[in-house]
């Protein structure tokens, strides 16, 4: 009998990697994989084995590798902070290390919200809304705002002054021709009609991912989208949580995937790619007007972890994003990303089973239309992964590409290639 408790008991087990070398996993079977998904959920950004990363690794861990940050102070983390600041949406001056994964992120920047409003003497201000088909992580706070089938058997048990509204995907919304700008203010009402039935004296925040991600597949807002959000929330006193915990730092083609939309969030989310799956960390940028509430009020954050800040995951972070913070690595991501969307549009464009191929930066998902839409991505994906030695993502609607920031063009084009023969000759067998 095995000792881990496994989460898929029913499939047999995944193959062990022998070593991870820049783009490429080697496995126990001899394979050389290269992988488009950047380690499966996207936040190996760099790659597997970046020499600066792994020698700042190396560095610290001669020093030590954690003290914690309310007893002994830590340069390093206010050098990082300097860093996430220096591209953040005005006006955001403030980092709060708050744990090491994304879900923490989103609990943070909600108990942040609510402490906020709390320490400013607005007590009844318990609501957050989010959007339907979201993902916010896998805490029960990170869980109640997600809108997931899988997670419907957590109703009981995560917190209750969760309220949801329609998502805002104009991919699909708009695939008809219908009017983007109605669908658009449409999309804006429904945050402001549902403050109103709560009672604008009881919400606390409205939490949504700036892009659409993981679940419904990288779509982008409509122009005016959260420029529109911003102005109710700041019509009814509610505070606007940005999780860009998959699409921020870099993805986008800017660190702060909001920037693309103008608007400046009160909280912003990152985790993920901020230690690119060298060690973890997560953050959450806000201001010091916040600060300034929390101090006069409660005193202090009522919040915490023992990892909060870990130092190891500090120094991996802070190397990522000396690389992630430059102009040409933000230009690099851009342009690729432009070049995917293009290639796929250009060749599969007037495919039948061709929906759509949406995304920022490196963030491509290409859905369909076709019969068993599900059994398609799987099929996609597996003949890549058998017949190519390439791994990319497939989920529901949908395949994704979300290569790590270090791919050139010339890998991709070959990627795009293959990728694009396996969609025409998977096609030309498949029930219409
Ligand atoms: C948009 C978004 N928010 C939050 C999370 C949760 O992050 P983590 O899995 O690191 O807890 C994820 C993870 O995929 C995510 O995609």
Request: hydrophobic share 40%.
């Amino acid at each position: 009998m095995r000792h881990q408790l496994n989460k898929f008991p029913h499939q047999p087990l995944p193959l062990e990697v022998v070593c991870g070398d820049g783009l490429y996993l080697e496995l126990e079977n001899g394979k050389r994989v290269l992988d488009v998904t950047s380690g499966t959920t996207s936040n190996a950004v760099l790659g597997f084995s970046h020499p600066k990363v792994l020698n700042a690794m190396r560095a610290q861990m001669d020093k030590f590798c954690h003290v914690d940050i309310n007893q002994w102070q830590n340069p390093m983390l206010e050098e990082l902070a300097e860093l996430l600041l220096s591209q953040a949406p005005r006006g955001l001056d403030k980092v709060y290390f708050c744990g090491n994964s994304g879900s923490e992120a989103i609990e943070a920047a909600m108990r942040l919200a609510h402490q906020t409003q709390y320490d400013r003497g607005e007590q009844k201000r318990q609501w957050f809304i989010a959007r339907e088909q979201s993902y916010h992580g896998a805490t029960l706070h990170a869980a109640s705002v997600t809108d997931f089938p899988l997670f419907e058997y957590l109703q009981g048990v995560t917190p209750d002054k969760i309220a949801h509204i329609p998502q805002h995907n104009s991919a699909d919304h708009c695939a008809g021709g219908e009017d983007i700008t109605a669908y658009t203010q449409q999309s804006i009402r429904y945050l402001e009609d549902k403050i109103l039935e709560l009672g604008s004296e009881n919400v606390c925040a409205f939490v949504g991912e700036t892009m659409l991600g993981s679940l419904v597949g990288d779509v982008p807002p409509a122009t005016g989208y959260w420029q529109g959000i911003r102005e109710v929330c700041d019509r009814y006193g509610v505070f606007l949580i940005l999780d860009e915990v998959y699409c921020g730092l870099g993805r986008s083609g800017q660190v702060y995937c909001c920037e693309l939309d103008g608007v400046t969030p009160d909280f912003v989310c990152v985790g993920k790619n901020l230690g690119a799956g060298y060690a973890p960390l997560s953050a959450v940028i806000t201001d010091v007007a916040k600060e300034t509430v929390i101090a006069n009020g409660s005193g202090r954050v009522m919040h915490g972890h023992t990892y909060q800040g870990y130092a190891l995951g500090a120094a991996a972070a802070l190397a990522v994003q000396q690389e992630v913070h430059t102009t040409e690595m933000l230009d690099h991501i851009a342009a690729l990303g432009k070049h995917i969307a293009a290639s796929l549009q250009s060749e599969l464009g007037d495919h039948p089973f061709f929906r759509n191929v949406r995304g920022r930066g490196l963030l491509q998902s290409i859905s369909y239309d076709c019969p068993k839409q599900a059994e398609f991505s799987v099929s996609l994906q597996r003949q890549m992964f058998e017949n190519h030695d390439i791994l990319i993502n497939a989920k529901w609607h949908r395949t994704s590409l979300t290569p790590a920031y270090i791919f050139d063009q010339d890998i991709m084009d070959r990627v795009l290639d293959i990728y694009i023969e396996t969609f025409k000759s998977t096609a030309q067998g498949w029930p219409s």
